[in-house]
Every structure is written in structure tokens, then in C-alpha cells.
């Protein structure tokens, strides 16, 4: 999965900012992450402040990246800024859930269709490992939903368009944090129509439409078990 292209350039620009680690991924990056998987996954919760320098103490990073990433997160609609209150993480609308399965239909579509027709061979070997290691998942739960949005992420990477995959990793965040709210409040079997194996066979079988019918059936029968949850 090409990360890079994911994460895009975070706002601001300061030099501390721009400084990599080992890893080769800027310090404004880092924090991004970090703070976007703790939003989605709720371990950040809805109404939590994002304050600065408590960040900065727990990420181990400097003001300058943290603030750009509580930009980029804001921008993003995983945090809200209230004048002379600070930052917090947003709240959740459950009812957003259809609408942003409604915008990402097509899209989700598209992007397996691409894929089908510019993903490498070695893109293809991966999403095949990575849909291999759902076969015996039964459980709704985190470690599922991991690999879930993996496999997506990795599908938007081998479309190989960079604006389609940096508007579907936003969609898909905030997508995520509602199906992760419902999950955790109750759990359920994972039905088999939320199996990414079609999807994954079509794009490395090469064929663009059935692609695009695999990756659409495979988001609505998902969208349907999660909105049961709630």
C-alpha cells in the first residue's frame, strides 16, 4: 500500500514539521495518523479535547506537527474548532452513516474498476494475502474490521489515481468511526456478503465491471449490517 500517496501534504509547513523520521515520513504525518486511527478506532471519543501540548507530551512529537495534524483533522471533519475553547474530536451522527455510504458507492466502484486495470502484480499478491487472512473470521470485531479497511485502502492505492484515493481515505474515515462506535457497542457475526474476496479476485482476474459490482455489493451489504447495529 503506497502510504505516501494516502497521506497527502499535511497543512502548515514549518520546518520542524518537514523533519523525517527513519521511517521516511514526516513528523506533521506521524501525528496525523496517530491521532486519526485513535479518532476512528474511538478511542478518541466524540467530545474529547485536543489539546496541543497534551498531545505533544503523548506522541512524543513536537507543537508544530501536532498542530498541523489537528489541521489536516479538522479539515477533515474528524475534529471541530470552537472559538476560545480549543479543539475536540467531532461528534457522531449516526444518520451520516447513509449518506456517506450513498457519495462512496460509486466511488468505491470506480476505484476497483481502476484497480482491475493498472494494479501491479505485486499489488494484486497482496490484496490477495490480505483477503486470504478473513476466510476464518466469524466475529464483527476490530481485528476484522482492520483488515476490512486495509484491503480498501490498498484498492484505492492500486487505482493509482491520487485524487480518488485521497477523497476515498477521507470518506472512508469517516465512515469508519461510525461502524467502530456501532461495533463496539454491540457485537455480531460477520455475514459472508462482507467477504472482499469477490472484489480482490475481480481486480486480479483483470476484470474492470465485475470489479466494480464486487466492491459496490460488498460496501451496501456492510453499510446494511452496521446500521442494524444501531
Known sequence: MRQ????????????VG???????????????LRLRDDIITVRLRPGDPLDEKTLSRQLGLGLTPVRDALKRLTLERLAIIYPRRGTFVTDINISDER???EVRIEMEGLAAALAAERATDEECAALTALASTLEDSSDLSMDYI???TEIHRAIYAAAHN?????SLNQYANLALR???YGIQRMRARTPRSCSQD???AAICARKPEAARKAAQGHLLGFS????ALL
Do not use: C, F, M
Not at 224 to 227: G, H, I, M
Open 198 to 200: 469477490e472484489v480482490v
Open 99 to 101: 449518506w456517506l455510504t
Open 178 to 180: 461510525i461502524w467502530h
Open 224 to 227: 446494511a449490517e452496521v446500521r
Open 162 to 166: 491520487p485524487y480518488l484515493e485521497v
Open 146 to 148: 482492520s483488515v476490512d
Open 18 to 32: 518537514k523533519q523525517r523520521a527513519a521511517g521516511g515520513l514526516r513528523l506533521a504525518d506521524q501525528a496525523y
Open 4 to 15: 505516501g500517496t494516502e497521506l497527502g501534504e499535511a497543512a502548515g509547513g514549518a520546518a
